[in-house]
């Protein structure tokens, strides 16, 4: 049974830095795509970022230049670098790799 874990959520003021982790059994982070997604109360969830298998990165709109996606293929982890945080970024944060989810991690943001 594959599992994905995040860990590393929190509550941070606004302008403020988290780093989130997603690990797994076995090699599932370092063969496929993974994204995270989050999801804030009353909204969809919606995507974040993106790491292929090849290393090529995608961001949404709202945190360009503030979010960086990575992965240590040695820890088997993949990464979430949250810079210059802001209130609208509170939400339960995901990792998501081919059909296989994490349980989430809540970041709140306070203002």
């Known amino acids: 049974q594959v599992q994905l874990v995040e860990s590393g959520g929190g509550l941070v003021q606004a302008g403020g830095s988290l780093r989130l982790s997603c690990t797994a059994s076995?090699?599932?982070?370092?063969?496929?795509?993974v994204g995270w997604y989050r999801q804030a109360p009353g909204k969809q969830r919606e995507l974040v970022a993106i790491i292929t298998s090849g290393g090529s990165t995608n961001y949404a709109d709202s945190v360009k230049g503030r979010f960086t996606i990575s992965r240590d293929n040695v820890k088997n982890t993949v990464y979430l670098q949250m810079n210059s945080l802001k209130p609208e970024d509170t939400a339960v944060y995901y990792c998501?790799?081919?059909?296989?989810w994490g349980q989430g991690t809540q970041v709140i943001v306070s203002s």
């Open positions: 076995g090699r599932i982070l370092m063969i496929n795509a």
């Open positions: 998501n790799s081919k059909a296989w």
